[in-house]
């Protein structure tokens, strides 16, 4: 009926019928399985009949497994360089899965607004490059290689935010993408930087 984990009985499993292929729009069915899986995956399928005779296998159009973790994941990187006035961060505004059309990156700690900073994203720079000869703050560090860059205002408390939607596509399950942020100094003109931040996307 449903994917599991490695493992035996009273590991739980859920189910989604029709909806979105890959997404979690469809008819919920959960339970915990009552016997060892035999590897990976077990699909059981049962059907209350009065003639075992008609009984017949599980069969499906399209069907699509999802592990153990599959909540998706974040994870900080790297040390912040502050501005003269504030200590720059990166975040979200919750867990990066399919289908989470409300899902930001979030840049907190930043000169207070409208003041402009960019949103980097890509992969991680390894080793980090040093941003002090080229417009960052001495010590300030590039722990992004960036593949897209985003211009964004802070507002008055600080904040900004890059709306980010994740599409329901079974293809991204599990993609790694990084961000950080530069945040400009008006007072030296120069970037200060968030620590640099890693979303692993979930089903």
Same mark, same amino acid.
């Given at each position: 009926?449903?994917?599991?984990?490695?493992?035996?009985?009273?590991?739980?499993?859920?189910?989604? *019928?029709?909806? /979105?292929?890959?997404? +979690?729009?469809? +008819?919920?069915?959960?339970?915990?399985?009552?016997?060892?899986?035999?590897?990976?995956?077990?699909?059981?399928?049962?059907?209350?009949?009065?003639?075992?005779?008609?009984?017949?296998?599980?069969? #499906?159009?399209?069907?699509?497994? $999802?592990?153990?973790?599959?909540?998706?994941?974040?994870?900080?990187?790297?040390?912040?360089?502050?501005?003269?006035? /504030?200590?720059?961060?990166?975040?979200? =505004?919750? #867990?990066? +899965?399919?289908?989470?059309?409300?899902?930001?990156?979030?840049?907190?700690?930043?000169?207070?607004?409208?003041?402009? =900073?960019?949103?980097?994203?890509?992969?991680?720079?390894?080793?980090?490059?040093?941003?002090?000869?080229?417009?960052?703050?001495?010590?300030?560090?590039?722990?992004?290689?960036?593949?897209?860059?985003?211009?964004?205002?802070?507002?008055?408390?600080?904040?900004?935010?890059?709306?980010?939607?994740?599409?329901?596509?079974?293809?991204?399950?599990?993609?790694?993408?990084? *961000?950080?942020?530069?945040?400009?100094?008006?007072? $030296?003109?120069? *970037?200060? =930087?968030?620590?640099?931040? +890693?979303? /692993?996307?979930?089903?």
């Amino acid at each position: 009926m449903a994917p599991s984990a490695l493992g035996g009985p009273g590991i739980k499993v859920t189910g989604f *019928f029709g909806g /979105t292929f890959g997404g +979690t729009n469809g +008819t919920k069915i959960s339970g915990t399985l009552l016997a060892p899986a035999e590897g990976d995956v077990y699909v059981g399928y049962r059907e209350l009949l009065a003639n075992n005779a008609v009984a017949r296998p599980f069969t #499906c159009d399209r069907m699509f497994v $999802l592990s153990r973790g599959k909540s998706g994941s974040i994870r900080n990187f790297g040390t912040v360089k502050a501005t003269t006035k /504030t200590t720059p961060r990166v975040g979200t =505004n919750g #867990c990066p +899965t399919l289908g989470n059309a409300s899902f930001k990156l979030t840049g907190g700690g930043l000169v207070p607004g409208p003041n402009p =900073n960019l949103f980097l994203m890509g992969i991680p720079q390894n080793p980090p490059l040093d941003l002090g000869a080229v417009g960052g703050q001495p010590g300030s560090k590039l722990y992004v290689t960036p593949l897209a860059i985003f211009a964004t205002v802070s507002d008055t408390n600080g904040d900004a935010f890059l709306p980010l939607p994740i599409p329901t596509s079974a293809s991204l399950k599990g993609v790694q993408v990084s *961000f950080q942020v530069l945040d400009l100094d008006p007072v $030296l003109l120069k *970037f200060g =930087n968030s620590d640099g931040l +890693t979303i /692993t996307i979930g089903g």
